[in-house]
Every structure is written in C-alpha cells, then in structure tokens.
C-alpha cells in the first residue's frame, strides 16, 4: 500500500519524500519505445515544463493541481494544492527550487519545489495566462486577460529570495494594444533586455523591459494569419518558434523579428517545441475540441509531427491521444519529450536509437 504525506495547501508527495527520489538512480530507457501513460489529471492539460537538469517535469492543467512528476520514469511526486480555477501556466526556476504557476482564479502563486509551499500569491483582477522567469530568476513576467473593463496586459514582478520580502507591486505594466484581445504568451528575449509577446490578435510584439515601449511588430504579409496560441525559445534565446490555429508554425529572429523558417499542417496548431539536440521542430493540436466528439480519434490528427527545421519537411508524428494536443515540451537533453492533450493524459516518449539516425 502506498502512503501518502499530504503537506496543507502544498505538495502532495506519493509514498517516498522528495529527496529519496531525486537521488534514486534513474532507470535505463533505451528499450522502451512505448510511451508512459501518466494519468494525475482529471481535466485537460494546459501546460508542460522540465526544469533545467531534465529530471523532473510539472504539468499543468484545468483541475487546478500542478503536478511535478519524475521525468526518467513518469512516477508522481506530487501536486500542488492552493489555486482555485485552471492554471494554465507553469515556470520552475534555474535551480529548480521554485515554481510560478498562473490560473484562472485571476492569480499566480509562487511556490516551494521540494515542500509544496505556497510562497507568495500575485493577485490580479483577471486571469493570469502566462508565466515565466527570467534570466537569474529575479524578475517574472505575467500576462493578464482582458475582463469587463480590463485589458489584457505584461505585468513584470520583482522576485525576492526571502519570500517574507516579496511584494505583489509590479516593476512594469504593459498594456495591449488590442486591448481586447488576449494575449496568449510572453517571454524573456536575450539577457532580460526584451520581453516577446503574441496572442489572439496573431501579432508578435518586442517590448523593451526598461521603458515598456514598443519596439518592433511583426510584418502582416509574413505573419500568422490567425491567432497565436503558443510560444517556444531556443536554448541560447536567439529565435523562437510559434504556433497558430492558421495551421501554421513560424520560426523568427529574436532581435529582428525576421522570419526564418515556416511549417504548415493540416489542423490548428496548440502546441510547439524545439529539440535542444537535432534541428527538429514538434508541432501539436487537432481538430477543436468542441467538435471532437463527432469525429473519429484517427481523423482529428491528434498526433504531435515532427519537421526539419532547415528543410521544413514532415519527418513523421507520434499518435497516441484521443483528443487535441495542448502541450508538448521536449527535455533539455533531447532524447525524450513529453505531451499534454485535451483527453487529460501526458504522454511520456523516451526515443529509440533510431530516432537520431534519421535522414532525409
């Protein structure tokens, strides 16, 4: 039988303390091409994140229980107990202490990785869509939807290494142009000088972080043509890649907001990564989830595809889920990647040998 030590309000730890499982040794994968089903979520996934070493994953979704599972193995360590709505964003620190989730309860909570504590709670008078850290993890950008007089904005909070000290005022308010539009995601550019953001009005903005000015917009002609759902950096924040329900993914100069490298599909894109190892690109979605149940699972193009980013030619997809994909992240090491669908499953991949082999 396995016990569980319930900390009030935190994380939730399945049978041994963290620190017996992060110092177990990891299991050898190379053999197992089926993925690992991990079932801890009752509604769909939102959101999916490694920390930097690749050992643990959280995942995010409508149930309001982060989860922090290990990434070897897929065995559950817990879930993060405090929000009151959806949380549809996460963000786990450099050192993997701490963890930025945002939720629908109009609210982002800081958190302890290894107890579960709720640090600190940002609150604001909408939904928080967006998270992330920056570099040196002392600052933290949040995105807030628009709701009945508010319009969706960049919100830039100071963290403080005593949570005692942190306060909920904000260094930085960037309000949307579009008011009335969400915005979807935002991210730090190179050394926290910038701040990129896109969202349901398919524009990509820069933002200077000083100032809060505008300082480039993507080109209509070559922009996405729909709105923007999703948002991936490359590992040395030189470009990024986006993904739209115009069946399309885009990847861009992070400082020129140049267009590099374009991929179409034949369904609405939810989700995007880039493999840190081989010039690959995942892209995920599927047909909208209000009309799955009228389709046949093989039909929705529930799989997540992989592209050559230089040649931005389909390698191939993974199939698996019975519903759109909402999140896909690949580990920082490259040889395995998970992904989250509307069904409530995240998907656990670990590639064969063969993968890194592949030629076209």
């Known amino acids: ?25 990891h299991q050898t994968l190379e053999s197992w091409i089926r993925p690992i089903l991990l079932k801890g979520h009752e509604r769909p996934l939102t959101c999916l994140r490694y920390n930097r070493d690749g050992d643990l ?11 922090l599972w290990f990434a070897d193995n897929g065995e559950r360590l817990g879930t993060y107990r405090g929000h009151n709505g959806a949380v549809w964003c996460c963000d786990v620190s450099r050192d993997s202490s701490r963890l930025i989730t945002g939720s629908a309860d109009q609210t982002a909570k800081l958190w302890d990785v290894q107890s579960g504590e709720q640090l600190f709670t940002f609150k604001f008078g909408s939904t928080a869509r967006s998270v992330e850290f920056s570099v040196g993890d002392h600052l933290a950008v949040i995105t807030t939807d628009p709701f009945i007089e508010r319009t969706s904005a960049i919100h830039v909070k100071r963290i403080v290494e005593d ?16 008011g009335k539009k969400r915005i979807n995601r935002a991210v730090w550019g190179p050394l926290n000088k910038t701040i990129v953001s896109a969202g349901e009005d398919a524009v990509i903005r820069i933002w200077d972080t000083e100032t809060g000015t505008l300082l480039k917009e993507s080109d209509e002609e070559v922009g996405h043509k729909k709105a923007i759902t999703s ?46 190892l081989l010039n690959h690109v995942m892209l ?15 039909a929705g193009n529930f799989e997540a595809k992989f592209y050559d ?4 030619e389909e390698i191939g997809g993974v199939k698996g889920h019975f519903g759109p994909i909402n999140a896909l992240a690949f580990n920082p090491d490259g040889k395995s990647f998970s992904s989250g669908g509307e069904d409530g499953y995240v998907r656990l991949h670990h590639f064969d040998s063969n993968y890194f082999n592949i030629k076209i």
Request: aromatic share 4%.
């Open 284 to 298: 995920g979605g599927g047909q909208d989830a209000s009309a799955v149940t009228t389709t046949d699972h093989r």
């Open 231 to 276: 948002l991936c950096k490359a590992a040395d924040d030189s470009h990024f890649l986006t993904g739209s329900l115009d069946n399309t993914a885009k990847l861009w100069d992070m400082r020129t907001l140049t267009l590099i490298k374009s991929y179409t599909t034949v369904v609405p894109v939810n989700a995007v990564a880039m493999s840190p």
């Open 57 to 67: 994953l959280f995942s995010c979704a409508k149930d309001h229980n982060p989860t």
């Open 1 to 25: 039988m396995t016990m569980e030590c319930v900390n009030p309000e935190g994380l939730r730890l399945d049978g041994r303390q963290f620190n017996d499982i992060q110092s177990s040794s």
């Open 309 to 312: 980013t230089i040649l931005q």
């Open 163 to 178: 949570p005692q000290d942190q306060v909920d005022d904000s260094v930085l308010v960037i309000n949307n142009p579009d």
